[in-house]
């Protein structure tokens, strides 16, 4: 009789341990569930931003390998959404790809005090991208560029994209403003410059304003990270006019006064980081298109097409993650 009591009750111990090692296996699939899910918004979300900013570029979505996302471009040419490597903040903006591009949420509206040094959303730019959409090289970018009238005097942009088209009209609303405000005018006038084939001061990327998408309106000596002191900028930042920040940004346009390297004369046509902003926030949802506007078919059709390419998709591959 006790053999059958010991016999029974090891019978009971091994199912006791077995319960509890599937029970923690169950909260490790759990937490990894989490992550997943919160991984793939964040990656339907930017794929969305993209395509609604670059619609007649990036024509479609691929899946190879099980999990590496591709976005097709109307050349044939496919951009990598996420390399899956861990990088610094410099490695980001040297070799980033369309996730480290997407990353840093961009915040709408005015700011009160210059930024944090690391937050600089809109600085890390995919070239393969803007050269699809702008133009690989000096000469056809140049063969892109129209000029826009601003104060009687003509300045390149591209058309492409309808970049040159939000500049005029940018440009119209702020002289619009300035009508009533005089004061803005002076933060306008004279240009400070438009499409100029150059690169950033002290590295070997070329400046947004090389593919003509980014405005330089009136300087000042405090403008810009390399020029004047955090608290000078800091100064310069905070007398300036938030209706030229507000027209801007309705117009698809990031402002450089929000980096913590900041660029306070500096605007720059990025679509998809105001796109971001505009629908998607931090905050946890259970539908990553819960805020947008489905009674566009624009909207409704590229929320189809995530849906269907990305229905297979989970999360990244293990090792993705550690190297
Ligand atoms: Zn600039």
Redesign the pocket.
């Known amino acids: 009789m006790k053999r059958y009591i010991l016999i029974l009750m090891s019978i009971l111990i091994v199912i006791c341990l077995v319960k509890t090692i599937s029970y923690l296996g169950d909260t490790e699939k759990n937490t990894s569930v989490v992550s997943d899910k919160s991984y793939i918004i964040t990656l339907k979300q930017d794929i969305f931003s993209l395509m609604m900013a670059y619609p007649e570029y990036i024509i479609d979505i691929e899946v190879t390998d099980g999990d590496k996302v591709y976005l097709i471009l109307k050349s044939g040419k496919k951009l990598l959404y996420d390399d899956g490597k861990e990088k610094t903040e410099l490695e980001k903006i040297q070799n980033p790809d369309l996730q480290d591009m997407m990353e840093q949420q961009y915040v709408l509206g005015s700011v009160d005090s210059l930024m944090p040094n690391d937050y600089n959303p809109g600085r890390i730019r995919v070239y393969s991208l803007l050269q699809e959409v702008y133009g690989t090289n000096r000469q056809e970018i140049e063969k892109n560029l129209t000029g826009i009238k601003i104060n009687s005097n003509y300045h390149g942009f591209n058309k492409n994209n309808a970049a040159a088209y939000f500049l005029e009209n940018s440009m119209k609303e702020l002289h619009q403003l300035a009508k009533t405000n005089p004061q803005i005018w002076s933060y306008i006038h004279p240009i400070?410059?438009t499409y100029n084939f150059r690169y950033i001061s002290k590295t070997n990327r070329l400046?947004?304003?090389s593919f003509g998408i980014?405005?330089?309106l009136a300087s000042n000596p405090n403008d810009y990270w390399q020029w004047t002191t955090p608290a000078k900028g800091n100064k310069r930042l905070q007398s300036y006019p938030e209706a030229i920040v507000n027209v801007m940004e309705s117009n698809y346009f990031i402002w450089?006064g929000k980096w913590g390297q900041f660029?306070i004369?500096?605007?720059?046509y990025r679509p998809e980081i105001i796109i971001k902003a505009l629908y998607f926030t931090d905050e946890e949802r259970n539908l990553w298109y819960e805020n947008l506007p489905v009674e566009n078919p624009k909207v409704s059709e590229i929320i189809w097409l995530i849906e269907e390419r990305l229905q297979h998709k989970t999360s990244p591959k293990v090792d993705n993650q550690m190297n």
């Not at 004369?265 to 720059?268: G, L, N, Q």
């Open positions: 400070g410059g400046s947004p304003h980014a405005i330089d450089g660029d004369f500096h605007f720059e």
